[in-house]
C-alpha cells in the first residue's frame, strides 16, 4: 500500500455516500402534503442533491418556501435518519483514505447539524464535515481544506471540483447520468465507491505527478 500524504478527500453526502432517498421523499411528502401539494418519489428523484429551498420552490409559491423549509429540517431529523444508510463502500473507503495517511471532508448542501446526525446513524466519521455549501460554494470549502479530490453524484458536485482546480471523480449512485456528471467538469465517472477504493492509489500517483 502506497502513503500519499496529500491525499485530502471531499465528498458529498446524499446519494454518494449514503443512501437517503427514502427518507428525502418522506420528509418532502410530509412538507409539502401539508400544504395541499402532491409529488411522487419519481419527481423528487432529479431533485435529489440540490439546496432544499431551490427544490421546495419547485412546488411551492416563494412566500411559502421558507416556512417549508423549516418544517422540512425539523422532519427530517423525526423520520428520515432512520432508513438512511451507508451505500456500498462508504465504509470501505474512509477507512482506506485514512490508512493512506489523507483526510476525509464531507461537504453537502445539507445543514450540518443534519450531515452530522446522518453520519453518526450510518457510523462513518470524517475528519471535517461541513454543510449549507453547493455547487461553486462547495469550492471555497475544497480550497479552504486543501482538498485533492472531490467525489460525488451531481452535476453541482463535478462544479465544485472544477471551480476547485481538483479532480473530479462522478458516481453513478444519484441521479445524474455519466454525460452529465462528464459536461459538469468530471474527470473521472465510476459506478461507486467500491470503485473508488480500487483506484486511490491510482489516483495518489496521478497528484503526485500530475
Known amino acids: 500500500m502506497t502513503v500519499h500524504p496529500e491525499l485530502v478527500v471531499g465528498f458529498d453526502l446524499d446519494m454518494t ?7 428525502i421523499v418522506r420528509c418532502m411528502q410530509h412538507t409539502l402534503g401539508g400544504r395541499g401539494v402532491t409529488v411522487t418519489a419519481e419527481q423528487l428523484w432529479t431533485l435529489v442533491g440540490a439546496p432544499l429551498e431551490s427544490n421546495l420552490a419547485v412546488f411551492l409559491p416563494d412566500d411559502q418556501v421558507q416556512e417549508a423549509a423549516d418544517d422540512y429540517r ?12 451507508a451505500l456500498p463502500g462508504a ?8 490508512e493512506r495517511g489523507g483526510r476525509v471532508l464531507v461537504v453537502s448542501a445539507k445543514n450540518a447539524h443534519a450531515v452530522q446526525v446522518v453520519l ?13 455549501r453547493f455547487a461553486e460554494q462547495k469550492a471555497v470549502t475544497l480550497q479552504e481544506q ?3 479530490i472531490y467525489v460525488g453524484d451531481h452535476a453541482g458536485d463535478m ?52
Open 159 to 210: 462544479r465544485a471540483a472544477r471551480t476547485a482546480d481538483i479532480l473530479g471523480v462522478g458516481v453513478l449512485t444519484g441521479p445524474h447520468d455519466a454525460d452529465t456528471l462528464r459536461a459538469a467538469g468530471a474527470d473521472e465517472v465510476l459506478d461507486g465507491l467500491p470503485q473508488l477504493v480500487a483506484r486511490l492509489d491510482e489516483f495518489g500517483r496521478e497528484l503526485q505527478t500530475g
Open 74 to 85: 425539523a422532519a427530517y431529523l423525526k423520520i428520515a435518519i432512520e432508513p438512511t444508510t
Open 91 to 98: 465504509h470501505e473507503v474512509v477507512q482506506a483514505i485514512h
Open 17 to 23: 455516500l449514503v443512501d437517503s432517498r427514502e427518507g
Open 146 to 148: 486543501s482538498a485533492t
Open 120 to 132: 453518526d446513524h450510518v457510523g462513518l466519521a470524517p475528519d471535517v464535515v461541513v454543510g449549507d
